[in-house]
């Protein structure tokens, strides 16, 4: 049970932060503590940055990777000015058109620009939540339904504990291939690679949420269970007003641990399978080879783990909001 | 009065790894109705498996219980039961722990407001009425176990089934409830099962006490009929001598060996409360 070890080691780790607040103020824990860790580190960065010699030049200090996101940012407003010219163009044009020809009908031609970084970080996260979504929607009632019965429990445990460890570039592949012969609409609604990456993901972030989703139904206070029995409740009542409550707790530690999953498979398979977003933003900086391109590679790192990380809160919050035992919500 | 409650001859075997562990051996009894009936023994004798078997959740291996002329096969409201642990669900504030169980069983009798009604009614006999739309988390350890019994009473049951409802209370608490569950029972008049192992809340509360003896395969040892006037006043009680019989009586049964096992001495606190050490009595198991 991974979920038992993972939430097992968090009291302890809870119990060392008091233990800290007590030496230090709370004050001092959470805003100098923390600043001067980053301090440090941006230090330690600089000095190792300035002795690693790549064939692209010197490893990117902190100095060039922040003149890259200003570049990155600038990259972006051009594009969007261009975006909003050329449709203004269109525009006028249109509007001439109709003047000299009232029966002419206006047609607005799409921009198709070069995707810029801010453009690729909203493309990877419609990704993943679009692919969390779909293995939530199959995880949950999956897991609740393997808790209440013994028997499905056997049956499905086996097949999750195997493909629980499987690597994303494993599925990659097969998913690349099962789409392409599947997905063959000639209009089609979303982009095959988007599929590639979305359904990737899904495979990926089931587990922890059967799993945990199972773990929290099964372990429900047999009281709970014996006063449904008592009011006979029906199936469909006891899973709403008992199993469900009972177990929110379990299936957001699970939903937290897959979207962090998610996460990091979806940037590895947008770099493996050149579907776009963030991962391709480093593959193809990484095949540009540019002086600059180290750089902009370690201010892609920089803001996938921040996204991870804001990501994370999201889900706590929303499982905060949701939870009726506040003490099972840790960070 | 006629028998309401028939607990006919139920044995009671648990597989375990060991082989089949007998619980309970030949389990007779009969409670008429509006019967205030205590059960009475050494922890793990066998108390909660009867009561349980009563309620549908174990199911005899011999024998049966028939309720109005009709066995019992499964759990339901007109057997409710009040658990130790009060059993509330702590995502429901008081109100809808009672909803839930009002809405199951009268959802197609009553109308919205009756129900309504229904529900704060029971809620004030508790004296619960000042906190209904608190959470459990937010209330103290009585005051859950009052809910807990509003949620039983609100289901109108046949029979009231209560698993040491006042066990884990503190000693004032405790008076408190019993007093509370007094004035009920003399308003509702319900049939009664309470497993207690405190020798004055049985003599105190119940028209009958049945003392189990000591399992494995434990069985009823004794019965006694508790002829004390009502409305009861324990202060009153303290010196009355009948009442004193009564409780040098359970008390003796309690001492003396009963069963397999020799049971420790009980313990007999200050204010005449008498409690088993349950540990002690486990260790000599
Ligand atoms: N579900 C069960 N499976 C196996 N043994 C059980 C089960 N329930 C109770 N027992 C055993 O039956 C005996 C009586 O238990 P119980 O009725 O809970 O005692 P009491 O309520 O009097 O303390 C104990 O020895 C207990 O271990
Ligand atoms: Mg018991």
Redesign the pocket.
């Known amino acids: 049970m991974t979920s038992t070890t993972l939430t097992g080691s968090k009291p302890a780790a809870w119990k060392l932060s008091q233990f800290d607040g007590k030496l230090f103020g709370s004050a001092i824990k959470t805003v100098v503590v923390p600043f001067a860790g980053i301090l440090v580190f941006l230090m330690l960065w600089s000095v190792a940055a300035q002795n690693i010699d790549t064939s692209l030049g010197k490893f990117p200090g902190p100095a060039a990777v922040w003149e890259q996101f200003d570049a990155l940012y600038q990259e972006h407003s051009r594009s969007r000015e261009k975006e909003a010219a050329f449709y203004e163009r269109q525009r006028e044009r249109n509007a001439k058109r109709v003047v000299d020809d009232p029966s002419y009908q206006p047609k607005i031609r799409d921009y198709t620009g070069k995707e810029t970084f801010i453009d690729q970080v909203f493309t990877s996260l419609v990704t993943v939540m679009s692919g969390f979504l779909l293995a939530a929607t199959i995880a949950i009632p999956l897991g609740i339904a393997t808790g209440l019965s013994r028997t499905l429990n056997s049956a499905i445990n086996p097949v999750v504990q195997v493909f629980k460890p499987v690597s994303p570039l494993a599925w990659l592949p097969l998913v690349t291939m099962v789409v392409s012969a599947v997905y063959t609409s000639t209009d089609p609604l979303v982009a095959k690679s988007f599929l590639n990456s979305m359904f990737t993901v899904t495979l990926c972030c089931l587990w922890p949420m059967v799993i945990n989703t199972a773990v929290g139904v099964a372990g429900i206070d047999d009281d709970l269970v014996n006063v449904s029995k008592v009011l006979r409740l029906p199936p469909l009542k006891h899973v709403q007003k008992i199993v469900l409550p009972a177990s929110v707790p379990m299936i957001f530690t699970g939903m937290r641990l897959s979207l962090g999953v998610a996460w990091m498979v979806l940037i590895a398979a947008e770099m493996l399978a050149q579907n776009p977003g963030l991962g391709k933003f480093v593959w193809d900086e990484f095949q540009n080879g540019s002086s600059d391109s180290l750089a902009r590679i370690m201010a892609a790192v920089l803001v996938i783990g921040f996204i991870g990380f804001l990501l994370d809160r999201a889900m706590l919050q929303l499982q905060k909001l949701v939870s009726w035992d506040r003490d099972s919500v840790t960070h | 009065m006629s028998v309401l409650l028939d607990i006919s001859h139920i044995d009671m075997e648990?597989p375990?790894p060991k082989g089949s562990?007998t619980?309970l051996r030949d389990v007779n009894l009969q409670i008429k109705k509006g019967e205030f009936v205590s059960l009475i023994?050494h922890?793990?004798?066998?108390?909660?498996?009867v009561l349980n078997v009563v309620a549908g959740l174990y199911g005899a291996t011999r024998g049966g219980v028939i309720l109005n002329g009709k066995e019992v096969t499964e759990p339901g409201p007109e057997r409710a039961v009040v658990f130790q642990n009060h059993s509330l669900l702590p995502w429901l504030s008081a109100y809808e722990n009672v909803e839930l169980a009002v809405k199951q069983v009268f959802g197609k009798i009553k109308t919205r407001a009756e129900m309504r009604e229904w529900i704060e009614h029971n809620l004030q006999l508790v004296h619960m009425g000042h906190a209904m739309h608190r959470r459990p988390a937010e209330i103290s350890g009585g005051m859950k176990q009052r809910v807990g019994i509003a949620r039983a009473l609100a289901m109108q049951p046949k029979v009231l089934l209560m698993d040491e409802p006042f066990g884990a209370l503190d000693a004032l608490t405790r008076a408190h409830m019993q007093d509370s569950l007094m004035e009920i029972q003399a308003e509702l008049n319900n049939t009664v099962i309470m497993?207690t192992h405190d020798v004055d809340e049985a003599v105190l509360l119940s028209d009958r006490i049945v003392m189990m003896t000591n399992?494995p395969a434990a069985t009823i040892g004794e019965t006694l009929d508790i002829y004390l006037e009502r409305p009861r006043n324990r202060l009153e009680l303290a010196d009355d001598p009948h009442y004193n019989q009564y409780r040098a009586r359970v008390l003796k049964f309690l001492h003396e060996r009963h069963g397999g096992h020799k049971p420790k001495t009980a313990k007999v606190s200050m204010e005449k409360n008498i409690e088993f050490d349950n540990k002690s009595v486990e260790h000599a198991a």
């Open positions: 648990f375990t562990f619980a023994g922890s793990g004798c066998g108390k909660s498996t497993i399992g």
